[in-house]
């Protein structure tokens, strides 16, 4: 299996300001013969399902606010969220689609506060 | 714009077995791949298993490979998870999501349904 690592496992922000998660993947999700990576981000507020953000690990879902954005690539990846609001705090979760047969992993979460 | 609509909670006894169900609407069914994902309370996701319903094959997460069985009705677009041999550590709210991509990244998802396991 791949393993996806988070860091940190927490993080408080404060309002207007950047917050950066962290997702590392055990072996890489880049995928050599159409050069993408099979990595997405995830936002769950409590007591909901968990809303896509970010695939191909840098584009935006559509209706996402141009705050978030995902960089990386083979097995270093980020979500920064360029100026924190209120409703962001959330729960952030990293997941790798690379494996064949499919083997899907999410990383253990990063939760977000507002410091 | 997919809609997935999901059975509702369920107490089950340890070592029966559950059957949550998760209806489309709003898309093509057969083209999707549906996922099942649980999280237990407090914890983080878990993916467990897939079907393409045009094509009827499901894939499994190692963890769950005999246990745990996912299968699709094309011509309800509803599918279905069953989990046997519970047990207290499968309480959790088990989530369906929608690959409408045909690549797992799930951009829709049903509305969670709780599983506990008690005796």
Redesign the interface.
Known sequence: DIVMTQSPDSLAVSLGERATINCKSSQSVLYSSNNKNYLAWYQQKPGQPPKLLIYWASTRESGVPDRFSGSGSGTDFTLTISSLQAEDVAVYYCQQYYSTPPENTFGQGTKLEIK | QVQLVQSGAEVKKPGSSVKVSCKASGGTFSSYTI?W?RQAPGQ????MG?IIPILGIA?Y??KFQGRVTITADKSTSTAYMELSSLRSEDTAVY?C?CAS?G?????Y????TLVTVSS
């Open positions: 996922s994902v983080g996701l878990e993916w897939r894939n997460a190692q989530y999501d991509s690549y797992d990244y799930f951009d998802w049903g509305q969670g």
